[in-house]
Structures are given as structure tokens and as C-alpha cells.
């Protein structure tokens, strides 16, 4: 299936939460990866079936180990279930934990990439040298999230410039990059704004919608699952967002990308 590689502009405007409740409704079957290389929220965000918290043994973390010890990583075996439903691969309780996965990264995309459901991956924030890197550079498609305001929009237009000068470099493949702003989706003014001053930068990403920012939703979401909210603001906003990714990916595919 397509791997698909979240991260952010700057600061947290709500990758993790946007990963997970995009994989609770995806089209097809999907797995939330936790990789944020500072330490992930899925495993403090949700809970085993039962109540139990979900095993911190389990995860990339084991998932590394194994293909360090050149055992063939089946990523089923390091998945957990939540009690919403969801498939989880949990992350690093803490940057320290990163350095052991070493070389394992490579693998560790392979693994990603060749599961047989889609995979949405939390990579965090983008910085160039991130030891996510192999997994962004395997996506289907990578989404940038950033704040719909002018400081959110410029941390966006200055990512996407190191993203994309390292592919003009030939030291990544190329990609298929889309973004998404957090903001009021019915701001379409804004949206076309920022469009046009990353055309102007020439910087080449696919406008993916905007995220609505809606505070109550979001509270809501730590307590009820996201088929309970299909009405809400935030909801809609991402299954709009999810077509557009899924539409991105599919360039990929049909332009002879492998």
C-alpha cells in the first residue's frame, strides 16, 4: 500500500492528532506510525483495549531492534490496537531513544512502505539532516501542516525550500510535497495568498486545504472517538484534506515514481 509522510513547519499545530484521526477514517486500512524524533504523543494520547495503556515495549523502538538484529521486521508484530480502533505504532518516549535506532531507518521505511495498509506517518517537525529522512524520501506523499498565519507561513515557505533544494541537489528523490494550513477554511482569500507567495518563491507544492482550528473539537477528540464528531468542523476539514492527499499520492504512482 502508500506511506505517507505529516510533518511540521514549526512549533505543534497538531500533526499527531491530525495522524491519527486521518488514519481512523481513511478510505482504506490504515496504520498511525509514531516517528517524531522528540518523542511521540500516540502513546500517551491513547489507551489498549480495556483502558490498559499501550505496551511501551512495543513499537519503533522494537520494530528497530529487530531489524538491527537482521530479522525480517514484520511490522504487524510491532503494531497495537487501540481502544478507538485504531493501529498504532508507538514512538521514542524520548529523543535519547533515536540514536539506538542508528542505520535502522532505511529498513525501518521499507517496512513502512510495504505493509499491506496505507501507513500515516507523524515524522514531526521538518529540519534537514532529520533522521526520519529515509522514511519522507520513500512517501507516496509528504504533507507539510502549518499555522495559517504570517509566522506560520513563513516557517512553511523556508521548510519547503530546504526540502526542495536538496532534491534540485539530487541528494533525495523527487517528491510529491503537498501542505495543509490550520486555520478557518473558509478564509479563501488567505489560502490563495499563500499559494501565490510560494509560486513567487518558486517553490512547487500542492495547496491540500486547510485544517479547520476548532478548539472544542479537538478537546473532544481526547475522550470521544472521531466517528462521534462527523458533523464537526475539524472532521470535515480532514476528510477534504484526506481526498487531496490520497489524490497527491496517486501523481506519484501514475508519473512512473517507484
Known amino acids: 500500500m502508500a506511506l505517507f509522510s505529516f510533518v511540521s513547519a514549526k512549533g505543534s499545530p497538531g500533526v499527531s492528532l491530525a495522524v491519527t484521526t486521518l488514519a481512523s477514517m481513511w478510505a482504506e486500512p490504515a496504520v498511525a506510525a509514531d516517528l517524531d524524533p522528540i518523542g511521540g504523543d500516540i502513546a500517551l494520547r491513547h489507551r489498549a483495549p480495556g483502558g490498559m495503556p499501550l505496551d511501551d515495549d512495543r513499537g519503533l523502538v522494537s520494530l528497530g531492534a529487530a531489524l538491527r538484529g537482521g530479522?525480517?521486521?514484520?511490522?504487524?508484530?510491532?503494531?497495537?490496537?487501540?481502544?478507538?480502533?485504531?493501529?498504532?505504532?508507538?514512538?521514542v518516549a524520548s529523543p535519547g531513544q533515536v540514536q539506538g535506532l542508528g542505520t535502522s531507518w532505511p529498513?525501518?521505511?521499507?517496512?513502512?512502505?510495504?505493509?499491506?495498509?496505507?501507513?500515516l506517518a507523524d515524522c514531526g517537525r521538518f529540519t534537514p539532516g532529520t533522521p526520519?529522512?529515509?522514511?519522507?524520501?520513500?512517501?507516496?506523499?509528504?504533507v507539510f501542516v502549518a499555522r495559517g498565519d504570517l509566522?506560520?507561513?513563513?516557517?512553511?515557505?523556508?521548510?519547503?525550500?530546504?526540502?526542495?533544494?536538496?532534491?534540485?541537489?539530487?541528494?533525495?528523490?523527487?517528491?510529491?510535497?503537498?501542505y495543509a494550513l490550520v486555520g478557518d477554511p473558509g478564509d479563501t482569500r488567505g489560502a490563495?495568498?499563500?499559494?501565490?507567495?510560494?509560486?513567487?518563491?518558486?517553490?512547487?507544492?500542492?495547496?491540500?486545504?486547510?485544517?479547520?482550528?476548532?478548539?472544542?473539537?479537538?478537546?473532544?477528540?481526547?475522550?470521544?472517538?472521531?466517528?462521534?464528531?462527523?458533523?464537526?468542523?475539524?472532521?470535515?476539514?480532514?476528510?477534504?484534506?484526506?481526498?487531496?492527499?490520497?489524490?497527491?499520492?496517486?501523481?506519484?504512482?501514475?508519473?512512473?515514481?517507484?
Not at 526520519?132 to 509528504?142: F, H, K, L, N, Q
Not at 486545504?209 to 480532514?238: C, F, M, N, Q
Open 151 to 178: 509566522e506560520g507561513i513563513s516557517h512553511l515557505r523556508h521548510r519547503l525550500g530546504a526540502l526542495q533544494e536538496s532534491a534540485r541537489m539530487g541528494t533525495i528523490p523527487d517528491l510529491r510535497v503537498g
Open 107 to 119: 529498513h525501518i521505511a521499507t517496512a513502512l512502505r510495504t505493509h499491506d495498509a496505507d501507513v
Open 192 to 258: 490563495q495568498d499563500t499559494e501565490r507567495l510560494l509560486a513567487s518563491s518558486g517553490l512547487t507544492a500542492a495547496p491540500l486545504g486547510v485544517i479547520a482550528y476548532d478548539p472544542r473539537t479537538v478537546a473532544g477528540l481526547h475522550t470521544e472517538s472521531p466517528r462521534k464528531l462527523l458533523r464537526s468542523l475539524y472532521i470535515r476539514s480532514l476528510f477534504d484534506v484526506a481526498e487531496r492527499v490520497r489524490a497527491l499520492a496517486a501523481t506519484r504512482s501514475t508519473t512512473g515514481v517507484s
Open 71 to 91: 530479522h525480517a521486521g514484520e511490522l504487524d508484530q510491532h503494531l497495537q490496537p487501540t481502544d478507538d480502533g485504531l493501529q498504532v505504532l508507538t514512538g
Open 132 to 142: 526520519v529522512m529515509p522514511v519522507i524520501e520513500a512517501s507516496s506523499a509528504v
